[in-house]
């Protein structure tokens, strides 16, 4: 993926994405807040959202990372090979 700048914009109506900034193709991620869940965080669902985000950018580098280290430990588990 190639390295852009992203914007979290706070639609207004209860839906929070996650964007390219600049461009006009389709949110990367849409966070939709039910008008009960609204009355419970009031005006901060974008400081919400910003939680839910970058909770699930840690998330996915750990579980990356996770996935990388039992990689390695697949490797290292082969048998060895012998050239003669």
């Known amino acids: 993926m190639s390295t852009s700048l992203l914007e979290i914009v706070d639609l207004g109506n209860g839906e929070v994405v996650l964007q390219r900034a600049g461009e006009d193709a389709p949110p990367l991620l849409r ?8 009355m419970y965080v009031m005006e901060h669902c974008l400081e919400v959202a910003k ?33 003669h």
Do not use: W, Y
């Open 51 to 83: 939680a839910m985000i970058q909770a699930g950018i840690q998330a996915t580098a750990q579980l990356t990372d996770q996935a990388e280290v039992e990689i390695e430990e697949e490797v290292g588990h082969e048998t060895p090979r012998v050239l």
């Open 31 to 38: 966070i939709q807040f039910s008008d009960e869940s609204r």
